[in-house]
């Protein structure tokens, strides 16, 4: 079964630990993304932009309707997310604690993705 494991950190925090801390945090990320290579259980993962790149998409009166930003003001902004594939949540659990976000206040979000097939639920070609 496939896993998001989305990661929430705390841009402002990030930004202020001391730059050999942050060093380290990101040789730790290169480290547990070789090892879920490895072990087989990465597919997919990358670091998004910060939140002040976002734009948000609604639609209101009929008419898509844009804001600059993400979509809720939050404290800990969604930064960045590894698709995994695992036997059960408690494996998916198991690599999620080893991020390394989790050791410097930040949290990863654990969610099963809806098993589809290529092509499924698309609507016929024109």
């Known amino acids: 079964m496939q896993y998001l494991l989305m990661i929430y950190d705390e841009e402002k925090a990030w930004a202020k630990l001391p730059a050999d801390v942050r060093a380290k945090l990101s040789q730790d990320y290169a480290e547990f ?3 879920i290579v490895k ?15 976002a734009t948000t998409v609604r639609e209101q009166g009929g008419k898509r309707l844009t804001t600059d930003g993400p979509f809720a003001e939050t404290k800990e902004q969604f930064g960045g997310y590894y698709l995994v594939e695992c036997q059960d949540l408690d494996e998916a659990l198991s ?7 989790v050791r410097v206040g930040g949290a990863v979000e654990v969610r ?8 499924a639920n698309l609507p016929p070609a024109r």
């Open 95 to 101: 690599l999620a604690e080893r991020i390394p976000s």
């Open 39 to 53: 072990s087989g259980h990465f597919r997919a993962g990358a670091q998004l932009k910060p939140v002040s790149t």
């Open 33 to 35: 993304t070789r090892e």
């Open 112 to 119: 099963p993705l809806v098993p589809t097939s290529p092509g």
